[in-house]
């Protein structure tokens, strides 16, 4: 019996409803899909798996002592669900280290606040920054007023994640440019539980302040001060250590192709988390979706045409140095690649990037579509795979993204709330689902190469 989804689609920008297929379409669907479809919709390893990264390993920055333990978990894992040449694949990363962070309100009043360093953000001098604020709410109001010696604060509301994160990631050094002492950047996320985010920010190396996320809460109170025209006065110390090129590893295992085990579909994810909460949605889901997908698949008795390989990435949230060296060193051929890297909410499709000079996926899309009609995915879509897939299209591959509701997932990205108990069972269990019979479809489809 096929499984019968009706699910309802929800993201910040719109709703939409896609019906359950009927029995006509189901037909053209792999029966082997099927039967592993419904082992993914019922599966609850995938989830013990996330226990076990979470509850006993926690938060996982790369190259620290509790990402080797993640990394050893990984190669463990992989073994256990029967994968073939499970293999550290060595790499090496920037290592950056949070220490101690204040930020306090001297006036209009005094008050303790909370703060997030920004990730590879420079330490304040061992006595703190002091400093009159100013708050700003567009780069363009930045080439406008006078930030000299200022604290700047960035009061920018989220409309979706790729447009407001570029005032965490250029936010300091723009600011800095400007003659600004240090920057404070409203977390990057649409609504609060005074909860901060973090994340990267990227310096230019003539122009680097200290930097720090603060929240929404915060950001708007600032901004309501200034409005009525109090004096912001803000005290700000971090500290953090970075140490350059330590030694660290993506974890790669394979189910080795029948017929072309040259030819590579890769499922990946990132490892790494940032260094607060548990790294639930960011990225451990991904991990338990692909490993639980390389299990099921796995214990079939029915080998792939083609290898499929999962891969969970090395230093995605700072630097990228994982996916950048395997896609740089490897030399080996890989058809596609799929990541899952935006939390658990249902799945709605997946996006594909195609690389330059690519002739298009048309004639795959047949089989594509095929394969996903019995979970009720909406139509691919052409846009953005993923950062670490991404490096692989650099490379000639095709890459897809799995897109799912981040209804739930923007408001604790990057925060202390990113824990286990966010997640929804039945959604990751869909989300595994998707990525079976997409992977299956790609490392079995007849291409005109073979």
């Not at 994160?165 to 600004?180: C, I, L, S």
Request: with cysteine; net charge negative.
């Amino acid at each position: 019996m096929l499984p019968s989804l009706l699910f309802l689609s929800c993201s910040t920008d719109s709703v939409k409803t896609v019906a359950t297929p009927t029995a006509e379409t189901a037909t053209t669907v792999d029966p082997m899909i099927l039967t592993m479809q419904k082992e993914a919709l019922s599966s609850t390893q995938g989830m013990s798996m996330l226990v076990e990264l979470c509850d006993d390993i926690g938060n996982r920055i790369a190259g620290s002592p509790r990402f080797e333990q993640a990394v050893d978990w990984g190669v463990k894992t992989m073994r256990n669900i029967g994968l073939e040449n499970v293999e550290k694949h060595p790499i090496r990363v920037k290592y950056w280290k949070r220490g101690e962070e204040r930020l306090t309100m001297i006036s209009p009043r005094q008050e303790s606040l909370g703060v997030l360093g920004l990730g590879m953000g420079i330490s304040t001098p061992p006595s703190g920054i002091e400093a009159d604020a100013v708050v700003l709410s567009s780069f363009d109001e930045l080439e406008t007023v006078d930030v000299r010696e200022k604290m700047v604060v960035f009061n920018v509301p989220f409309t979706n994640y790729g447009e407001t994160v570029a005032y965490r990631t250029q936010g300091p050094t723009r600011a800095a440019e400007k003659g600004a002492v240090a920057a404070l950047v409203r977390s990057v996320g649409p609504v609060s539980l005074y909860t901060p985010h973090t994340g990267s920010t990227r310096y230019n190396e003539d122009w680097k302040i200290p930097a720090a996320a603060i929240t929404l809460e915060d950001a708007e109170r600032f901004a309501r001060y200034q409005q009525r025209g109090k004096p912001l006065r803000l005290s700000l110390f971090l500290e953090s250590q970075e140490e350059d090129n330590i030694p660290t590893s993506n974890v790669i295992g394979d189910i080795l192709g029948a017929d072309r085990p040259d030819q590579i579909v890769v499922m990946g994810c990132h490892l790494d988390s940032w260094d607060v909460g548990q790294g639930a949605q960011d990225d451990g889901a991904g991990c338990a979706i692909v490993l639980d997908a390389a299990r099921v698949i796995a214990q079939q008795e029915q080998r792939p045409k083609r290898t499929i390989r999962t891969i969970l990435y090395s230093n995605e949230e700072n630097g990228l140095a994982g996916a950048k060296a395997y896609a740089n060193e490897r030399g080996e051929r890989h058809l596609a690649a799929i990541e899952a890297d935006i939390g658990a909410g249902a799945p709605m499709y997946f996006s594909y990037q195609l690389p330059e000079e690519h002739p298009g996926i048309d004639s795959w899309m047949p089989h594509l579509e095929a394969s996903l009609q019995s979970l009720g995915l909406g139509d691919f879509q052409e846009g953005y795979s993923g950062a670490d897939v991404g490096q692989l299209v650099k490379t000639g591959t095709v890459g897809f993204g799995l897109r799912m509701d981040t209804t739930n997932y923007w408001p604790i990205h990057h925060t202390h709330a990113d824990t286990i108990d966010k997640i929804e069972l039945k959604n990751l269990q869909k989300d595994t689902a998707a990525v079976v019979s997409l992977v299956w479809v790609l490392a079995n489809m007849p291409l005109e190469t073979d």
